[in-house]
């Protein structure tokens, strides 16, 4: 009769025990996404200038690179019609 008590008794204290760490890792989490968040808000306005001249930087290429591919695409598709 003992030994089904000691069992539930140590189930008891396996559950109990495995969840004290959720509440530590929850703080965790929320000092990390304060962090960042105060990380980012301190760099956005050099991050906004150094996107934004990436962007003019690489405009040119991209826009050629997307108008060849369109090009591409369209002439696919007239080849295929006529083809018809």
Excluded: W
Excluded at 29 to 50: G, H, P
Excluded at 52 to 78: G, M, N, P, R, T
């Amino acid at each position: 009769m003992k030994t089904p008590t000691i069992r539930i008794i140590l189930y008891l204290f396996i559950v109990v025990f495995s969840s004290c760490g959720e509440y530590e890792n929850l703080e965790i989490d929320k000092d990390a996404r304060r962090v960042a968040d105060s990380l980012f808000r301190a760099q956005k306005d050099s991050l906004v200038v150094r996107f934004d001249s990436l962007c003019v930087q690489s405009h040119d290429s991209l826009y050629q690179y997307y108008f060849d591919s369109l090009k591409l695409v369209k002439a696919e598709k007239i080849k295929h019609l006529l083809n018809r």
